[in-house]
């Protein structure tokens, strides 16, 4: 009798496993996904365990051999591969959230309606702000700090503009930074008139009132982080590459990761500060599942719409005036040297063309001989010249942000001219000779959204349908090149192809599900795509 209930229990369980499926922890159907593996392929369905794709492809070949407790009918709805913002500042995201918010503000009277409001509501100590465009004002002129000297004469004031390289500050900010008449700063400049103080500072005398800021606290800046997360992740973002990022705030993000409460996956740039340099250098390379540390962002020049950028001839619009290098330029190789032999990655803001063309020589110079580095010029807004051949070495990417096009294409012309325009903004040309650009937003100097950023890139318009034939047009990217410079190639960029990118097996299960097919959807409709829900290891946020 052992014997028959013995057998009879060997057949059942035999049976069992031929017709038994793998349990797995979520299961998604009835998908329209777009995988971004490497023939760009579609699939129907997808298997997470562990909080990684463990299967990938049709509804019968995933249900026939998988199960789950949790399964999601996509009903249709189109899904991606979580979206990676390769440049941006997600902590001065949240930081922001603190202070004044000047974006879109069309005139410097409504700049100053937005401080008072704020300042008669926080009663802060110090008053800082961000986000104002003389290029958005009727009086494209730079402003003074008159205004701001009488309202505030006591409490000091800085408020920086949009893109970060230019800052106003009152009297009171001055005299605490020990600014004056005389004070000179190399890599950038004081703005006077009739030799006196404009308030109006440019790229790095900044330094000199940032580093009289009020510290955030921990729990600020804890709770910046967590605002930006919040911000990001409704967006469809699941990585973001901070570009700029020192060792206590790195270390921050590091202990809420690994206490579960950032989900975020964070590739985080260090800034180019002695103290920073001086510990990972020597430290060498620091992964985790969401937080990677192997780079170094160095700013070799200002910005365009401030005129800080360094460009080989004058301005169009400012006749004798370059834009300079905020680094000197024997500092700036014997910086990539070191950063080179400790195997970090080097990535340097670059916007005007001769901080391009110097930038791209140094890195051709120092990669020699090397392979799979992967050295990236964040911006690369204008090229002139042959500068575009230098991007045909592997070693090198663009990293690149397509709403500055469609932002700066109002007045950009008037900077550089007819001429260099044509080889600003080329989003085409550097994706021809360098066969990947990543993708990245530079929030919070534009919006955060990732579909405002796709529409830039393949339109190459604004909200309000202009240019009616798209701003150089010919440099725009097609709809599978901007998924992929959002996706796998902003991956690759951060050494992280082969964990995250595309819906594959064996990599993080991040993906979102979209209320509309960004491939087919009418171009018109792409910035209003919204995010349904996004997931991070499986698991919605």
């Known amino acids: 009798m052992k014997t028959t209930y013995l057998s009879l229990a060997l057949l059942m369980l035999f049976s069992s496993c031929q017709k038994g499926k793998m349990e797995v922890d979520h299961i998604v159907v009835n998908a329209n996904a777009y995988t971004v593996n490497a023939n760009f392929e579609k699939a129907e369905a997808f298997a997470i365990k562990d909080g990684k794709f463990v299967a990938v492809g049709t509804n019968l070949e995933v249900q026939d051999k998988y199960e789950a407790d949790a399964i999601t009918d996509a009903k249709g709805e189109t899904i991606v591969p979580g979206l990676i913002d390769a440049h941006c500042h997600f902590y001065n995201l949240g930081l922001n959230q603190l202070n004044v918010n000047l974006v879109g503000m069309k005139s410097f009277d409504d700049v100053m309606k937005r401080v008072i409001t704020f300042q008669n509501k926080r009663k802060t100590n110090f008053i800082i702000g961000r986000g104002w465009d003389q290029n958005d004002w009727e009086d494209k002129t730079y402003p003074d700090k008159g205004l701001l000297d009488k309202l505030y ?27 004056t008449e005389e004070t000179n700063v190399s890599g950038g400049e004081i703005k006077k008139q009739e030799g006196k103080l404009t308030g109006v500072l440019i790229d790095n005398p900044m330094e000199l009132v940032q580093a009289i800021f009020p510290k955030p606290t921990k729990n600020q800046q804890i709770d910046a982080l967590i605002e930006a997360q919040e911000i990001c992740t409704k967006l469809g973002l699941t990585t973001v590459s901070d570009a700029g990022l020192d060792r206590q705030v790195i270390e921050l993000i590091d202990s809420l990761q690994q206490a579960n409460v950032l989900k975020m996956r964070v590739y985080a740039m260090v800034s180019n500060k002695k103290e920073n340099l001086d510990y990972y250098l020597k430290k060498g390379k620091i992964k985790t599942e969401r937080l990677n540390v192997q780079s170094v962002k160095v700013y070799a020049d200002g910005a365009l719409g401030s005129r800080g950028a360094a460009l080989k001839a004058p301005y169009s619009d400012e006749h004798e005036h370059y834009g300079a290098m905020v680094i000197p330029t024997k500092d700036y190789e014997v910086l990539a040297t070191r950063i080179e032999a400790a195997n970090y990655q080097m990535n340097t803001h670059a916007i005007g063309d001769s901080a391009n063309k110097f930038v791209l020589q140094t890195y051709d110079k120092v990669l020699k001989n090397k392979t799979n580095k992967r050295w990236r010029v964040e911006h690369a807004q204008v090229i002139t010249d042959n500068d575009f051949e230098y991007f045909k070495n592997e070693n090198i990417i663009p990293s690149i942000q397509p709403t500055h096009a469609t932002s700066d294409m109002y007045w950009a012309e008037d900077r550089v001219g007819e001429g260099r325009i044509k080889g600003a903004y080329a989003y085409k040309t550097l994706l021809k000779k360098s066969g990947k650009v990543a993708l990245g937003t530079d929030f919070p100097v534009e919006k955060v959204s990732p579909f405002l950023t796709f529409y830039a890139a393949v339109a190459r318009k604004d909200l309000k349908n202009f240019p009616k034939n798209g701003f150089q047009k010919e440099n725009g990217l097609s709809r599978e090149e901007t998924l992929k410079g959002m996706t796998i190639w902003a991956a690759y960029s951060n050494f992280e192809e082969q964990e995250k990118g595309s819906i594959e097996v064996g990599k993080y299960a991040d993906f979102i599900i979209l209320d509309k097919d960004i491939m087919e959807v009418p171009e018109r409709q792409l910035p209003f795509i919204r995010v349904k829900q996004t997931f991070i290891d499986g698991v919605a946020q």
């Open 153 to 179: 004469p006591e409490t000091p004031v800085a408020l920086t503009r949009i893109d970060g390289h230019a800052m106003l500050c009152n009297q009171a900010a001055l005299d605490l930074a020990g600014i």
